[in-house]
T-cell receptor, first 112, second 114 residues
Framework: RKEVEQDPGPFNVPEGATVAFNCTYS??????FFWYRQDCRKEPKLLMS???SGNEDGRFTAQLNRASQYISLLIRDSKLSDSATYLC?????????????FGQGTRLTINP | DTGVSQDPRHKITKRGQNVTFRCDPISEHNRLYWYRQTLGQGPEFLTYFQNEAQLEKSRLLSDRFSAERPKGSFSTLEIQRTEQGDSAMYLC????????????FGPGTRLTVT
């Protein structure tokens, strides 16, 4: 089983649609979770952290289900500029000896 | 520009040659990370430093790979006796030690081994 697993897509949705991505992780001891965004031929950039209670940042909502080891990202009212690859990221390991484990990414294209 | 920088941006080398990449992190950051990314995959962790100490190395990092951060500032990643399978994008990132999930990535060095 992969450490962090995502549906690679691609997802093609019309502008204004709502789209959701899911991610599962295998290490039940993981403590922190993130979504990164990577534009074509660019470096990854942090989109948002994922908190246990769920959190929202504008049109983006992240949810965490520790029991199911599942993370989600919801994008509402999608814009053309949301087209990118979305990487699910899990912080792996004990305090002081940590690394980030990235999923393979889900590619999203927003169509006009 | 105070972001993470990497040099060179592209490197083409013949199999068996040695290559060295440089990363300059954000100056206030004490953690520095190296990743490798191939097409259609997310970045794979290679190693990380806190200041000048190398704290963790991935099993992916064979003995042909070595990384240093001698003064706790810039870092180098060397690959000896390159193989075609080493062709990838090598990404560097940095962060504060108290926020290891909030990493800032450089533009990467694309390595092609012919």
């Amino acid at each position: 089983r992969k450490e962090v697993e995502q549906d690679p897509g691609p997802f093609n949705v019309p502008e204004g649609a709502t789209v959701a991505f899911n991610c599962t992780y295998s290490n039940s001891a993981s403590q922190s979770f993130f979504w990164y965004r990577q534009d074509c031929r660019k470096e990854p950039k942090l989109l948002m952290s994922v908190y246990s209670s769920g959190n929202e940042d504008g049109r983006f909502t992240a949810q965490l289900n520790r029991a199911s080891q599942y993370i989600s990202l919801l994008i509402r009212d999608s814009k053309l500029s949301d087209s990118a690859t979305y990487l699910c990221v899990v912080n792996w390991g004990i305090q002081g000896a940590q690394k980030l484990v990235f999923g393979q990414g889900t590619r999203l294209t927003i169509n006009p | 520009d105070t972001g993470v920088s990497q040099d060179p941006r592209h490197k083409i080398t013949k199999r068996g040659q040695n290559v060295t990449f440089r990363c300059d992190p954000i100056s206030e950051h004490n953690r520095l990370y190296w990743y490798r990314q191939t097409l259609g995959q997310g970045p794979e962790f290679l190693t990380y430093f806190q200041n000048e100490a190398q704290l963790e190395k991935s099993r992916l990092l064979s003995d042909r790979f070595s990384a240093e951060r001698p003064k706790g500032s810039f870092s180098t990643l060397e690959i000896q006796r390159t193989e075609q399978g080493d062709s990838a994008m090598y990404l560097c990132a940095s962060s504060f030690f108290w926020a290891p999930g909030e990493q800032y990535f450089g533009p990467g060095t694309r390595l092609t081994v012919t």
